[in-house]
């Protein structure tokens, strides 16, 4: 069982820069891979970035290509770090961990995760 608390959201002004991190617990953590997602009001939950476990491989969306950041530590954390950042990036943003296959399609679909933080919320004024 993994549980997962984000933070680090915030307002910010476009062209600014966030990181965000997601803290988990649970003796297994190094061997769940990592993702972020995120939800603007009236969408679907969009995919960002993933990361493997120990840090193997990344993934990304390419709506955010160029502008991110994902990474993780030992001590049961990972991070997403987004610049340049504009209207359109406003959200709830999730971190989410899963097991399983290593490639982009299950990085990047949602109902491969079975856990999720509560999500932080990412406004970015114009």
């Known amino acids: 069982q993994v549980q997962l608390v984000e933070s680090g959201g915030g307002l910010v002004q476009a062209g600014g820069s966030l990181r965000l991190s997601c803290a988990a617990s649970?003796?297994?953590?190094?061997?769940?891979?990592m993702g972020w997602f995120r939800q603007a009001p009236g969408r679907e939950r969009e995919f960002v970035a993933a990361?493997?476990?120990?840090?193997?491989?990344t993934y990304w969306a390419d709506s955010v290509k160029g502008r991110i950041g994902i990474s993780r530590d030992y001590n049961n954390k990972a991070f997403l770090e987004i610049n340049s950042l504009g209207p359109e990036d406003t959200a709830v943003y999730y971190c989410?961990?899963?097991?399983?296959?290593?490639?982009?399609?299950?990085?990047?679909?949602?109902?491969?995760?079975?856990?999720w933080g509560q999500g932080t919320q990412v406004s970015v004024s114009s």
């Open positions: 990361i493997s476990p120990f840090g193997r491989n």
């Open positions: 989410a961990a899963r097991g399983g296959p290593d490639n982009f399609y299950s990085y990047s679909t949602a109902g491969e995760y079975p856990y």
């Open positions: 649970g003796r297994t953590f190094s061997s769940y891979g």
